[in-house]
């Protein structure tokens, strides 16, 4: 069954390291931590005091304030990057069938703020209880790409996905199968999260699943440091433009990558905690690279899930060395959750991004915050520590995994 081609001719990131593709190029490359003193809420009793907030982002630099005031923040996260995806991929709206133009989104929690303060603050009153209109259309974790879609009039396949932290990745995943099984030409996707609230916070540090390194936050996020001690809560959102290839050529499009592959299983094995031999992962990576029709050898660099927590970062190693054999020692791995934390939903798309960015620069971004090796580890793979490495990739794969067990590969390659 023939098969069209499917590569990404736009890109617009909003992450902890930078508030647009730009920075974000120039935070991986100089290997910046996007860690620091919680500043939404006071954080002081929470065992855990700090985050990877954005920096500098007012939403009214980008939208209007009586538009801003309707959108949970995952929202407009969402709007800010697509503005800048879709003006990055040059294209001309009004030249385009939007009937086969989607949008899929991911988000793994939706309106976190918006749930935790409207229900918060209508708990306070007495008598029949008050909510807010726009409590139910703020909160839903489809809502996003509903917004994006009314935006730019885009009336092709649109929903979003949820995951966990896989969120976006299966999000690019659908995307890319509708275009390349004929159904859609353009396909706007990625994923925004925005849960560092008290509720999100509070959570994730119940479960003991945040580093508590108070003292030291910019270098809390330590994947493959023997000393990790959880991951760091991150936010923000990023967005890829998916186009035929043809079509893309047509218009004389700028065409960062080729996406050729994905890989999605389950774990079937806990709730949060990864199966420990990582045969879940190992499953992803194998189907995606059976996809893409490439040998293990052909891929240069895996962008990790490499959340920093103890048994995590662990099975995906596992995992790598039993899919790529003694290539596993000719790749560079790395995971850029040590600058930007994990923004859960959006982890997935700004990692890809990360990838993309590395394979047009000529670049491998580094795992900062790396001080001992963990014996545990096999001290002979490249994790690219500390340091941005340079190196032309051919072909890149981007793991992403989520609570549940859900499993997410993705091969870009150079087109």
């Known amino acids: 069954m023939y098969m069209r081609r499917v590569v990404v001719t736009g890109i617009g990131v909003l992450t902890p390291i930078g508030n647009n593709q730009a920075a974000y190029l120039q935070g991986l490359q100089k290997g910046t931590s996007g860690a620091g003193p919680i500043t939404?809420?006071?954080?002081?009793?929470?065992?855990?005091?700090?985050?990877?907030?954005?920096?500098?982002?007012?939403?009214?630099?980008?939208l209007d304030k009586k538009e801003a005031r309707k959108l949970d923040p995952f929202s407009q996260y969402a709007l800010v990057v697509s503005e800048e995806c879709m003006n990055d991929s040059g294209l001309d709206l009004e030249k385009v069938n939007k009937l086969r133009f989607g949008v899929i989104w991911g988000s793994g929690i939706g309106g976190f703020y918006t749930l935790e303060t409207d229900i918060s603050e209508a708990a306070l009153h007495t008598g029949a209880p008050r909510y807010s209109p726009f409590l139910i259309p703020k909160l839903i974790s489809d809502i996003a790409p509903g917004h994006i879609s009314i935006k730019y009039g885009l009336m092709g396949i649109n929903y979003g996905t949820v995951s966990a932290c896989a969120s976006s990745s299966h999000a690019i995943s659908n995307a890319f199968d509708y275009i390349r099984h004929g159904k859609a030409d353009l396909m706007l996707s990625?994923?925004?999260?925005?849960?560092?609230?008290?509720?999100?916070?509070?959570?994730?540090?119940?479960?003991?699943?945040?580093?508590?390194?108070?003292?030291?936050?910019?270098?809390a996020s330590r994947p493959y440091d023997k000393d990790r001690d959880g991951f760091v809560l991150g936010e923000g959102a990023g967005a890829i433009l998916l186009e035929e290839y043809e079509h893309a050529k047509a218009r004389g499009a700028k065409i960062y990558a080729e996406i050729v592959g994905t890989g999605l299983t389950a774990d079937a094995y806990h709730i949060t905690a990864p199966h420990p031999e990582g045969l879940g992962a190992k499953g992803a990576m194998e189907l995606a690279l059976q996809e893409a029709g490439l040998n293990p050898g052909d891929i240069d660099y895996v962008n990790t899930h490499g959340t920093s927590t103890p048994l995590g970062d662990i099975a995906e190693v596992k995992a790598i060395q039993k899919v790529f054999g003694d290539h596993a020692y000719s790749l560079n791995i790395s995971s850029t959750k040590s600058m930007t934390g994990h923004l859960l939903?959006?982890?997935?798309?700004?990692e890809c991004i990360a990838?993309?960015?590395?394979?047009?620069?000529?670049?491998?971004?580094?795992?900062?915050?790396?001080?001992?090796?963990?014996?545990?580890?096999?001290?002979?793979?490249?994790?690219?520590?500390?340091?941005?490495?340079?190196?032309?990739?051919?072909a890149f794969l981007s793991n992403t995994f989520g609570f549940g067990g859900h499993n997410s590969s993705v091969i870009f390659k150079r087109c």
Request: proline fraction near 4%; aromatic fraction near 10%.
């Open 40 to 62: 939404r809420f006071d954080a002081s009793l929470f065992k855990t005091r700090f985050a990877c907030e954005l920096k500098g982002f007012n939403p009214e630099d980008f």
């Open 190 to 219: 990625g994923g925004s999260e925005a849960a560092v609230t008290k509720a999100g916070v509070g959570g994730f540090s119940s479960m003991k699943a945040l580093s508590e390194r108070n003292d030291a936050a910019e270098t």
């Open 355 to 394: 990838g993309i960015l590395g394979l047009n620069h000529d670049f491998i971004p580094p795992t900062i915050n790396h001080y001992t090796d963990d014996p545990e580890l096999d001290s002979r793979l490249n994790f690219t520590f500390n340091e941005a490495q340079q190196r032309k990739i051919n």
């Open 345 to 350: 939903g959006a982890a997935g798309v700004i």
